[in-house]
């Protein structure tokens, strides 16, 4: 997403963020929470549309910045992109905050939320706007109170990327936000060690085009911009989402790159000033998605049944001022070099407050 001139992160991957209005600022998460879960293609045509509706807004103005959901019943995990402090907001059906819950880790610029498969909340601190981290992490909070961070290199140099896909297995595959719609995806190459670094492996790329959907901060590059990711519970589809369109594989086991190479179905997603936070339903029916800026509203999409996208030709590459322009009024050219640049798990919380004391130290800083 694009970041205001007169807010700039200090390059080193372990500051924090300047507080302020950023769409790239500092985000937190955490906290343990305490049941586990149960049990390069071309663009897809859209699917037959499909009625979106309104579930609830947020109104809540620690909510402003929006970019991370797990949809887990009648209860919602949020994380924002802003602020100065680790923190997963608990949402009831009417996107009001119930509980918030808060973990000493000092993240960077966290992106998008995911529940794994034994309770342990997960946060991917891995978006960098100028490309100047020298690494990225995952954060874990887990259900006994403990907390994780997990730090990591790509192995061709700094990327941006804000969206985490968790396989059924526990295993994190991070997307990267490519501004030419060209998304590498990543996995650990070697097992994450808590405190420690390891290396990245490219397994694979997701390609989307230019779709005509409207929405997004920076024109029709919004169409190719990846801003988050999703795998339902049951672990059937996996999904990734840009600022104004949601596609979905189909998932056999925990074979994500696998998936990701297959067509996948494409959803229309209603247009929004910058949507970022995608989760599958807690019954997989379903996405929900959400975005930046308060009130903002939390929409419930459908998902087509079927797995196998309508064929259409993909149009043509676009060139740079073409994806900035939007048909009418364009982008600024602030706005644009920086976009060239660039579970049930929560019910536990139900019977009262999960609120844990920040202890006097916690673990380093992520870098």
Not at 172 to 195: F, I, M, N, Q, W
């Amino acid at each position: 997403m694009s970041e205001p001139a007169a807010h700039r992160r200090r390059p080193d991957a372990g500051a924090r963020s300047v507080p302020g209005r950023c769409v790239r600022a500092v985000a937190l998460a955490g906290a343990a929470l305490g049941l586990a879960l149960g049990a390069a293609p071309p663009a897809a045509a859209a699917e037959e549309p499909v009625a979106p509706s309104t579930r609830c807004q947020v109104t809540d103005p620690r909510l402003a910045e929006l970019s991370g959901l797990v949809d887990v019943g009648d209860r919602v995990l949020a994380m924002v992109d802003g602020g100065d402090q680790a923190a997963v907001y608990v949402l009831d059906g009417a996107c009001q905050v119930v509980d918030v819950v808060t973990a000493p880790l000092d993240p960077y610029d966290p992106e998008d939320l995911a529940v794994g498969p034994d309770g342990t909340v997960w946060l991917a601190d891995t978006g960098d706007n100028n490309a100047t981290r020298a690494t990225v992490a995952l954060l874990a909070l887990r259900p006994d109170g403990t907390t994780g961070l997990y730090r990591m290199t790509f192995p061709d140099g700094p990327h941006d990327a804000e969206a985490l896909l968790l396989a059924p297995d526990g295993t994190p595959y991070v997307v990267t936000k490519e501004v030419l719609g060209a998304s590498h995806v990543y996995r650990p190459a070697t097992a994450l060690v808590d405190g420690g670094t390891v290396g990245l492996a490219d397994v694979g790329t997701v390609t989307v085009t230019l779709t005509g959907t409207p929405g997004g901060p920076v024109g029709r590059a919004g169409q190719l911009l990846v801003t988050g990711g999703a795998v339902a519970r049951d672990g059937s589809r996996l999904a990734l989402r840009t600022y104004t369109d949601a596609y979905v594989w189909p998932l056999a086991g925990s074979d994500v790159p696998g998936a990701l190479a297959g067509e996948p179905v494409r959803v229309a997603l209603p247009a929004a000033p910058q949507g970022e936070a995608v989760s599958f339903t807690a019954d997989g029916s379903a996405l929900l998605v959400a975005g930046e800026g308060v009130p903002g509203d939390v929409t419930l999409v459908p998902v087509p049944a079927t797995t196998a996208p309508s064929s259409a030709a993909a149009p043509a590459d676009p060139s740079l001022p073409e994806l900035l322009s939007d048909g009418s009024s364009g982008v600024s050219p602030v706005t644009a070099g920086l976009v060239a640049a660039a579970v049930a798990t929560a019910l536990v919380w139900i019977g009262g407050r999960l609120l844990r004391r920040r202890p006097a130290a916690g673990p380093p800083r992520n870098g």
